[in-house]
């Protein structure tokens, strides 16, 4: 941490800096030489009157309570008084310390969020095809995900995840998934491997998917499911929803996982959607009544999250067109 020179006099200034004996010394006319992210403590009239942009612990006399409270204010991290600093100030420091940079780490987080959706899949043009998504996290990160990808000219592999807890950790489990996925070519393939390096990275999460693969050309859905609800839904023009139930364990828990593969055939204007469980969310009553809420307004097309939500919520739908 740095100690910035003062520049009026301080009768008790080498008691303070004994006190604190692993502060590097440095000059106010060269703050702009040293790293902006380190603490800095500083007499708080220099902090009133300069403004730099180091976080700072300022030092003032009892009878600056104002200045000290200005400075606070300002964005200072702590007043102490000159000649009267806390016990075990070095602790104290470390304290402070550890504070600043979780709130720094807070302070990250929207352009983290704003990373993590540079990393959704980009639209694509499909024949007689429409993929749409919907894509909202409870707070800055999303620990749900989904992706879609041309294998060829006839084939899309698709999936959607949904990462147990919320925060940092899931939020990166997702961005793990979108580097890792590229080598996969069926949808029981990319669901062994990914639960392979779960469970070889002994990662304390586990993961519900759907994934699919959709021929262009045959009009066919072959998909597999690990733990995941709610389960696909096909919506047929003027047919009820059909459901399609499928069973297996999250990804993460075990390595003796039996995916199986599921085939249905889009008719026209037919849409494949798979939804996270955050999805429900919005709803009241019990899961069953949830779901079936869920359903309507996904069929009437009406399906609206509200600003704040209290689980991350992804929807992916495919429509054959023609």
Known sequence: MYFIQPTRSIYNLDETLQALPDLQVIHIEDIDLYDPTIIAIADVQDYLHY?????????GFEHEGAALSQAWEMGALAGWIWGSLPKNSNEALLKIDAKYKRNQDSRDLPAAAELQKKLLPNPIDLLDYKIEAFFQPSAYLSGDWYDYWK??????????????????????????????????????????????????????KHITIVAGILNLQTHQIRWSSAGHYPPPIIFEPDQPP??????????????????E????????????????DGALEPFDGGLNEQFSQLLDHLQKQSFK??????????????????
């Not at 059909?242 to 995916?259: A, M, N, Q, R």
């Open 261 to 276: 593969e599921h085939e249905c055939t889009l008719s026209r204007h037919t849409r494949f959607i798979v939804c996270s």
């Open 151 to 204: 294998l060829n000219d006839k084939e899309v592999l698709f999936y959607l995840a949904d990462v147990s807890g919320h925060g940092v950790t899931s939020s990166l489990l997702t961005s793990w998934m979108a580097a890792f996925h590229g080598r996969s070519k069926t949808p029981r393939q990319l669901l062994k491997k990914l639960n392979g390096m779960l469970l070889q990275e002994n990662i304390e």
């Open 51 to 59: 403004q730099w942009s180091l976080p700072t612990i300022v030092l």
């Open 242 to 259: 059909k459901i399609l139930t499928t069973s297996s364990f999250p990804l993460g828990l075990t390595d003796e996982l039996d995916f």
């Open 305 to 322: 999250a509200p600003d704040h939500v209290a689980d991350d919520i992804a929807i992916l739908s495919l429509c054959r067109m023609n």
